[in-house]
């Protein structure tokens, strides 16, 4: 009964917010009206710059990764630092200095609002922002009021109203908003994205993703608890983007197809409450989370998409990452895998054979990955990006996506629609399980242009 009354006062809020409303048996959030005179951002491009003057806001685990790699990536200086605690920025500040660098000609701390001294300095060209979630949109709008681009990390908003303000800001500054989402520039994505565009696997119909990752190990790390603290208080698919994110290239998601549709369904909080106990010292009681949190999502072409979230359990780590297709299969966790259809001629076929694919792992699999090398990673790409490392190279072939694509004025490999897309799963996720599992719908961030682009590519300079 109490659970009820709570569904039906949860309902009632959330309409009376006018966030949310049901239509037939779905329930749609509002669609902001493009500003009159603003243009979408897709394909953007901005005047290249030779050398790219970067500002680096949050310097926790993160952002002195960050301040490790961009110095080896070719054409790019980080000119300013800011973090609220003064130790942060002098840590990077030796970091770079050890590097033999050039000194930052802007530090900040101390403040709250540091990072608009940063985003007003002159000498930056990208605003480069790892701070905890709660600060990336303030500093993200301000920097590109200011006219800088925008790189944030994961995830880059948290609600629809952060999601729609950087699309529109992005929109009416002409300024790049892109997401730092570092696992589509991981090997076996990037390879499997070539042989998905090569048809390999016929026409892709499912895909899964997930982040599931036992935290104990960091809680204690974040600064100021902030991730906990979050986790504690928010329903939903709170960090979907690692998840998302390469499954949707596959999809060429707004770019010929787009999603439409959402539900989502979670388990209590079984462990959430004790790790917060563990970690306050004071009994907790209200953890809003979910231990294991699961969305499936339809597209306009009826394809389906599978997102799991799971921080809190110990179960191996697991970004899920499979493709299903007509003809073919890929799968990265727990043992990397592709299954392919086996044209056998008739008088071969094995009647007792349960299935006719052959299954590609260890040797066989690196022999066949070896024919469908991405096109942006160069053997020497490769080399440099294992030598620098994040997470085995990917963080920094995404840095160097980045900075080239800037040098070269291309379109970034990841648009603002991208990052609305990828971080709405947070706030629909929530929106359906406050509703009983609701269907809610997925709205066309690009507001009528997702059908314009036919597919995924990379940009290249001439
Ligand atoms: N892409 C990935 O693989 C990956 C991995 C880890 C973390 N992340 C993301 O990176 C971001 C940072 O995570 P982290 O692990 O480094 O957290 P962290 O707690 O180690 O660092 C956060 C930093 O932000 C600083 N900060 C807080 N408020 C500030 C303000 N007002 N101005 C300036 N600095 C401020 C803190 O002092 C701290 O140094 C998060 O968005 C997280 O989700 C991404």
Not at 147 to 164: F, N
Not at 253 to 272: A, E, P, Q
Not at 390 to 404: K, N, S
Not at 430 to 454: C, H, Q, Y
Request: proline share 5%; glycine share 8%.
């Amino acid at each position: 009964m109490k659970r009820k009354l709570f569904l039906f006062l949860a309902v009632a809020a959330l309409l009376a917010a006018g966030c949310c409303k049901p239509s037939g048996n779905v329930i749609k959030t509002t669609v902001p009206a493009r500003p009159a005179g603003q243009q979408d951002v897709i394909g953007l491009t901005a005047e290249p710059i030779e050398t790219v003057r970067i500002g680096m806001v949050g310097l926790g685990m993160r952002g002195t990764g960050a301040v490790e790699r961009i110095p080896y990536v070719p054409g790019a200086v980080i000119t300013a630092l800011c973090d609220l605690l003064p130790e942060r920025v002098e840590e990077s500040k030796a970091i770079l200095e050890k590097m033999g660098k050039p000194a930052p000609t802007g530090c900040y701390s101390g403040e709250k609002e540091s990072w608009r001294a940063l985003c007003e300095q002159e000498d930056v060209d990208l605003v480069y922002i790892c701070t905890d979630w709660l600060n990336h949109y303030p500093i993200a709008m301000y920097a590109m009021e200011c006219g800088k681009h925008v790189a944030i990390e994961v995830p880059a908003a948290l609600d629809m109203d952060e999601i729609w303000g950087l699309i529109n800001m992005s929109e009416k500054t002409r300024k790049h908003c892109m997401m730092l989402e570092n696992c589509i520039y991981d090997f076996f994505e990037m390879t499997t994205l070539e042989m998905a565009q090569r048809g390999l696997f016929g026409e892709i119909i499912h895909v899964e993703g997930a982040y599931c990752h036992n935290l104990d190990p960091y809680w204690d790390e974040y600064w100021n608890n902030w991730r906990l603290d979050y986790n504690q208080k928010i329903r939903g698919d709170v960090y979907p983007t690692h998840g998302i994110g390469p499954v949707c290239q596959v999809l060429d998601i707004h770019r010929g197809d787009r999603m439409t549709t959402l539900v989502s369904m979670d388990t209590k909080s079984f462990n959430g409450a004790k790790i917060t106990s563990n970690h306050t010292g004071k009994p907790c009681t209200d953890f809003a989370n979910g231990d294991e949190t699961s969305t499936l999502i339809r597209t306009e072409k009826g394809k389906t998409l599978l997102i799991e979230h799971d921080v809190m359990t110990p179960r191996p780590y697991s970004r899920m990452y499979q493709v299903v297709g007509t003809d073919g299969y890929a799968a990265k966790y727990p043992i990397p895998q592709y299954c392919l259809r086996e044209e056998k001629p008739a008088d071969q076929v094995d009647a007792k054979h349960i299935s006719d694919e052959k299954t590609y792992e260890g040797e066989e699999l690196k022999a066949l990955q070896a024919g469908y090398r991405n096109t942006i990673l160069t053997p020497e790409l490769e080399a440099l990006a294992k030598e620098v490392g994040g997470h085995g190279g990917m963080d920094f072939i995404m840095d160097y996506r980045l900075v080239y694509c800037l040098r070269h004025g291309l379109p970034l490999d990841m648009d603002v629609y991208d990052l609305a897309e990828w971080c709405c799963v947070a706030p629909l996720s929530r929106i359906s399980l406050e509703n009983g599992s609701m269907p809610v719908e997925v709205p066309d961030f690009t507001r009528g242009a997702w059908d314009r682009v036919k597919g995924f590519s990379y940009a290249l300079a001439k």
